[in-house]
């Protein structure tokens, strides 16, 4: 599959999903759409804080396929500067939502990370984009171009499903040996999070702590992780 090709039909899925009755299962308010972002939020400022540091007023970050924009929002709430923070996309209505939506000084581009130069970002993140590209090829190039834009010593992070969808034939899990292969680093995190969205759902009327008490306890039906790998830095050459 060429790459216009995969585009295309990433495209033509998220206009039809957009347009669907599947949203209405990831309202806002819905109890286990709470309960995902709240763990999704603690388990991210753990990693965040142990990786680019507790002030994210310096850092510079590109989210990749940054839908809504809402980590980029997650982000200035908690400290990190606009003009500092950067989004890509494949869809124009998306990125005009993440700019009417954000704060002034944040950087949108529609399109690849042609645009963004070599060594140029801190942080480089995609939420739930590498299930979304079925094609190897696609994925190995768009990570490559992560791993260009960062800087060495700076952070890549991935959010994303651990497991196939059965009844979505239109995503593919993003297994471990992928991770390794794509972002090889010796300092890299890994968290697994999110009880299974079937699961949480039929247990959304429950008391908060059961179902966090099975997230805890039994790590499988976690569906998602956070994968953090930091850029090697060039070792030093020393003259004689």
């Keep these: 599959m060429n790459e216009g090709a995969e585009h295309e039909r990433i495209n033509q899925v998220y206009r039809t999903w957009h347009g669907g009755a599947a949203l209405a299962r990831y309202a806002w308010h819905r109890p286990e759409i709470v309960r995902q972002a709240a763990g999704r939020a603690r388990t991210l400022a753990a990693l965040l804080a142990a990786t680019v540091g507790r002030d994210l007023s310096a850092v510079r970050v590109l989210d990749v396929g940054c839908g809504n924009g809402g980590f980029l929002r997650q982000l200035i709430d908690w400290g990190a500067t606009p003009a500092h923070l950067a989004g890509t996309e494949l869809q124009q209505d998306r990125l005009d939502q993440a700019r009417s939506r954000s704060a002034p000084g944040v950087r949108w581009h529609l399109g690849g990370l042609e645009a963004f130069p070599d060594d140029s970002m801190d942080l480089v993140s995609a939420n739930t984009v590498f299930s979304s590209i079925l094609d190897e090829d696609l994925r ?33 899990k993003v297994a471990d040996v992928e991770l390794l292969r794509f972002w090889p680093a010796e300092q890299r995190h890994y968290r697994s999070l999110v009880l299974a969205p079937p699961l949480g759902r039929a247990l959304a009327s429950l008391p908060w702590m059961l179902p966090e008490l099975l997230a805890t306890c039994v790590p499988l039906l976690r569906s998602h992780f956070i994968y953090m790998a930091r850029k090697p830095e060039p070792v030093p050459r020393f003259r004689a």
Excluded: K, S
Excluded at 152 to 172: A, E, L
């Design 140 to 172: 190995r190039a768009l990570a490559a171009e992560m791993w260009r834009v960062l800087r060495p010593g700076g952070w890549t992070m991935i959010f994303d499903f651990r497991y196939d969808n059965p009844r979505n034939p239109q995503v593919r």
